[in-house]
Each structure stands twice: as C-alpha cells, then as structure tokens.
C-alpha cells in the first residue's frame, strides 16, 4: 500500500494522450523532463511513508489508551521522534545528506536487521507484556525509515549493496502493480467467499480494501481523461448509480423478524410477581435465618467486543463460583452494544446448562467463543459486497449484520457441540415462554438500542415494559402494532441490533419503524434502563399480597464497567 500510495501520483504527470501501460516500460514522468517542482518527488514519498506511520500510530495509540500511558517519557519521544522525521521527508537537504551517509558500508543492513529483531520479537512475545505493543509499533516505524531511505536511494548509479542495486535494475511499476492486481482479486475472492476472511486479520482487509479502491479509481480516472466521449459516458454511469442508490427500493440492511409467534410476553410487573411467587419457598428460608433474600439487576456497559467478553467472563464466574446461585437470585440484566453482545452469549450458555442439567463450568468455554475473530468478515463487506449491493436493489442476500449474527450463532453451537437447539437462533419468546409455561430461571434481559430519526431508545426484552421506562418504546411490541402480526426477534439479532457500531455493522431497517444502530448513541451504560427495572420491582413489591415475603427482599444494583483501572 505504502508503495502504491508512493508511485501512483507519478501517473498524473503523464500528458493525457499517454496510453498507460502498468506492465510496461515506465513512462517518461514530467519530474524527469525538468518540467515541474522537486515537490513531486518529495510529497509522493511522504504519501508512501505516511501510510506505514499511520499502522505505527494505531498501535502505539493502542498501548498509550490501554495502559494508560498519556504522559510517559516513551509517548513524548515517540511523538518528537515522528515529527521530526515527517519532516525531513519534506527537506531535499536531508535527501542529499542521506546519499552521502549510505555510502559508509553496513548502515543500510543495520537498519534492517533492527527492523527484522524488533517485528520478530513483538511476534514471540505475543504481547504478553506490556511494552511488546510498544516495541511492535517501533518496528513499524523503523519501517517507514526502510521505506523512505530505498525511496530516496534506488537511482544512485554509486550504491555499495547489492540488494539496492538489484532494486534498481527492477521495473518498480510491474512489482508494484503486479502485486495490487494480486491483492485485488483477493479481496474480490474474500467478498464472494465470505469464510475466507477469518484467515485474515481485520486491519489487512481493510488494507486490501484500500488497495482495491485505489486501483479502481485510478484506473477510472486515466479511462475518463482520455477523451471527452469517455468523459461523458462516466458522467452518465454516476448519474444512474446516484438515481438507484437514492431513489429505487433498497431490500438491504432489514432486520429478521420471526414472524406468527405462538406465544405472548408477560406485563413486567406481572412477570415480576411470578418470579417472587416462583421464589417464596426461599424466600421465606432466608426470613427464618433472619436474613434478607437478595435480588440482583445487572448492567453492562458497552466497549465492543472486550465490554462482550468482560460481561461474559463476569457473569459465568459469579455463576459458577456460586453453584448456579447467582443466576437464582438474578432477575434482570440491561445491556447497551458489547455489553449486550455478552449479555446474549451469558444466556444462551445459562439455558443451555438449565437444558442439558450440565455442571457450572460454563466460564471455562468462554474464550473459545470470544476469541475468535469476528471483524474480518464485516470489514471485507462493508468495503465490498455490502457496497455494491447497494447499488442493486431488489436483492435479498445476507449483509454483514446477518453474517454477523450467524457466525455468532455457529461459533456458539460448535463450541457447545450442540446440534439441537441453535441457542442464538431462538427468538426472545422462545427462550422464556412454551404454550403452558414460563421460564422463571432465566434472568430476563433488556437490550437497548436507539431509533435513529427520533435519538430515542428502544428496548428489546421478553416482558412488556409498556409506557414505564423513560423516552424508551418497546421495540417488539412496536413491530406488532404496525405488522397486526405477533411477532419476535433472534436472541442473535436483538443483541446485534443493540451492538451495531457505527460502519462495521450498518444501521438496521424495520418497516414503518425506521432505522436502529447501537444503544450507546443514547446512554453507554445501560443503567438508565436498569435503574427503571429497579422502579417496576419497588411496585410489585408494594402491590404483592404477602408482606413476609415482599418486606424480605433487598435489591442490588450490579454495574460492569468496561474499563481498565490502575
């Protein structure tokens, strides 16, 4: 990429009758002519260079905001240490002086062999300490002084090492293009086969992406100046795309509706008192014991996928270093983006256990779930199949929200070796409700997400919250009303619709609903809604018939914050 970003611009210098050949003979650029600045030289490189700092910034942005590390010697010199450079690569001066410094035999397979021990080590250590990340951002870095020194030397005729002389000799434009027509059709290759993304990280698909876009749009760009015909005919082309894109019908993006339930939620006050009721035999044992039986709500905060794995890990810890007793005395858990990615994981594992009477280890499968790479595949769709689909209405083919759900879904069920009951798959009704029963031992949930044209939230919970809960509707009860069809949502597509953060996964659209993306736009928390349960469980309380009972419980309020204390 950073090669790429480098040459490319060379192109623009060519005169337009120019036929572009990327596998041939480099073309006479302008620079060379004596026809323009030294400035097209330089800012190219610094494009070139660019790119490679930006990877080295990200992860050392990465150790400063984990570890905390904003006034630290090492933030301050890394900081100066890149400005300077960034400068030099502006300085024709400095190039001068660089050809001069080269010449003394070594320096350039020092630098190298820096380069290769400080990526080498980072890889070894694995980021098990804390300065692995710092040291893998500083083999980066050094990098881009790779990059630019080759950049800045390949056409010295005086050049002591063979590896520069042997670049020299090389057609730069064939390697270079070569290599990004290769990349293309991979990134192609990932979008059609969508599994094949796991193979790769997220950072280098979206690098493939970048790639991909680059050759396309220059390749567009030397086709339309070549004449005004060409001109014409990519005007006309873009007039068509925006006419599809804006005004026909998108099927796209819609959220799955389980649709003809047999089944009806609970009022949650109702469903509360059922719940004491299903309780009072333990109640009134901890009355004997003069003891009060506590009652827990929980709230998760949102973070993304760490804010899912510290809900998951928390919350199957406390389960099973209590024999199950915590989930017993659980009642609610309100969960807002990750947190409420690890909500959906907690219950499903919960009603897996309850289903197959299994012992409580379910925290030892945590990180077999939560490990494993679910970004890859929403970053390839979203710069690719997701794009262009939206281009082409009328077809219903998963986008990455659905792919999302369903790697969910499949990870889940192949850790838990479960063939039966697809957990995620379930929509809300079917975890609590059966046409003659209600599960009172799964703690009910409260995903939050926010309707995009009103800002309000909307919650997702097996229960009615009615009008109880503060600028907030029931999302479920919502799409009933204006269906006239009893419907339901997949624990997978309630917890995403809560955890759609912004551009990995797209916004997504309920018919005469609107638009919904991630709860966190409204409050991160999640204990805005968890503090309004709390409310509904004072009033059953109050409206309970037996006064031992009601008068013997205390509530808990349980925050997990997703964050890193010192």
């Known amino acids: 990429m950073a090669c790429l970003n480098w040459y490319w611009p060379r192109y623009l210098s060519v005169p337009k009758e120019t036929k572009i050949n990327l596998f041939g003979k480099e073309p006479e650029f302008e620079f060379r002519l004596n026809k323009i600045s030294k400035a097209s030289i330089i800012i190219p490189r610094f494009i070139g260079a660019f790119t490679i700092i930006i990877v080295s910034a990200s992860i050392f942005n990465i150790w400063i905001t984990q570890y905390k590390n904003y006034n630290s010697l090492y933030s301050l010199l890394y900081l100066a240490g890149t400005t300077i450079f960034i400068s030099l690569l502006f300085s024709e001066k400095f190039s001068i002086w660089l050809k001069k410094f080269i010449k003394h035999k070594y320096i350039l397979w020092l630098i190298i062999t820096l380069f290769i021990f400080l990526l080498g080590y980072s890889i070894y250590k694995n980021f098990t300490k804390t300065h692995d990340i710092l040291i893998y951002s500083l083999g980066f870095l050094w990098l881009t002084i790779i990059f ?77 100046r070549r004449s005004p015909l060409n001109a014409l005919i990519g005007l006309i082309l873009l007039v068509i795309l925006i006419i599809v894109y804006f005004v026909l019908p998108d099927k796209h993006y819609y959220v799955r509706i389980d649709k003809n339930i047999d089944t009806e939620r609970l009022e949650i006050r109702t469903y509360i008192k059922n719940w004491i009721k299903y309780r009072e035999t333990d109640i009134l044992r901890y009355k004997q014991k003069n003891l009060k039986y506590p009652i827990f709500v929980l709230a998760s905060h949102g973070g993304g996928s760490r804010s899912a794995y510290w809900t998951t890990l928390i919350t199957t810890r406390l389960n099973d270093s209590t024999k199950g007793e915590f989930s017993k005395h659980l009642i609610a858990l309100s969960g807002i983006s990750g947190g409420s990615e690890g909500i959906a994981f907690y219950t499903a594992l919960l009603a897996h256990k309850q289903r197959n009477n299994l012992p409580d280890t379910i925290s030892r499968i945590i990180d077999k779930i939560l490990r494993r790479d679910y970004l890859s595949s929403s970053v390839a769709m979203m710069l690719g199949r997701d794009f262009w689909l939206s281009f082409i209405p009328g077809i219903n083919a998963s986008d990455r929200a659905a792919v999302f759900e369903k790697e969910w879904g499949n990870t889940l069920d192949e850790v838990l070796k479960d063939t039966t009951y697809h957990w995620f798959e379930k929509n809300i009704n079917e975890l609590y409700y059966s046409p003659d029963s209600v599960n009172y ?110 008068k013997n419980i205390n509530i808990y309020a349980i925050s997990i914050v997703n964050a890193i204390n010192n």
Not at 172 to 182: D, E, G, K, Q, T
Not at 461 to 484: C, E, Q
């Open 441 to 550: 031992l799964l703690p009910l949930i409260f995903l939050n997400t926010t309707q995009v044209s009103e800002g309000q939230r909307a919650i997702i919970s097996p229960v009615k919250t009615g009008n109880n809960f503060i600028m907030a509707y029931d999302l479920i009860d919502s799409i009933n009303k204006y269906s006239g069809i009893n419907s339901s949502l997949k624990l997978s597509t309630s917890a995403l619709l809560s955890a759609r953060f912004p551009y990995i996964n797209p916004a997504g659209k309920i018919d005469s609903l609107g638009y919904f993306v991630d709860g966190g736009y409204f409050e991160r928390s999640g204990a805005l809604t968890a503090s309004e349960i709390i409310n509904e469980i004072d009033k059953a309380l109050k409206e309970y018939p037996d006064t031992n009972i009601s």
């Open 148 to 224: 630019a020194f080759i950049t800045i030397l390949r056409k010295e005729t005086k050049f002591y090492f063979r590896i520069l002389l042997w670049i020299k000799k090389i057609r730069v434009p064939n390697l270079i293009f070569i290599s990004a027509y290769i990349l293309m059709i991979l990134f192609i290759i990932v979008n059609i086969y969508i599994e094949l993304a796991h193979k790769i990280s997220p950072i280098q698909i979206f690098l493939l992406g970048i790639i991909f876009y680059t050759m396309l749009f220059n390749q567009l760009y030397f086709y339309l």
